[in-house]
């Protein structure tokens, strides 16, 4: 076994190490061909419009990029309101999620 599979299963989650980086990187990847799809009907779009949805994809893109980099030091689905493990059912749907539903509801 590689050190690397030894460190998944040593924490206490649903989902490995592979499992979480294949979701988010999936999760990127849509986000990149949604912004593709905005750049190529930048005629026919309003420009606000077009820019409102070009700046909150980026701002899921910038989650996504911390989300890879809290796997990386394995503080990945850990709350960071409460330090307590995010809901893996959260974790589904929402992969890049930094808190549970707890603490974003008290910080929005
Ligand atoms: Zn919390």
Not at 1 to 12: E, H, I, K
């Amino acid at each position: 076994m590689s050190p690397d599979a030894a460190r998944s299963v040593s924490r206490p989650r649903g989902a490995t190490d592979p499992e979480i980086r294949q979701r988010l990187e999936h999760e990127r990847a849509s986000r990149l061909t949604q912004l593709a799809a905005i750049e190529e009907e930048r005629h026919e779009a309003p420009r606000d419009l077009m820019v409102a949805q070009q700046s909150a994809i980026q701002r899921v893109l910038t989650e996504i990029e911390a989300a890879f980099a809290r796997l990386e030091r394995g503080a990945y689905g850990l709350c960071e309101g409460c330090a307590r493990p995010v809901p893996d059912e959260r974790l589904e749907i929402l992969p890049y999620a930094r808190c549970c539903v707890a603490c974003q509801r008290r910080t929005v």
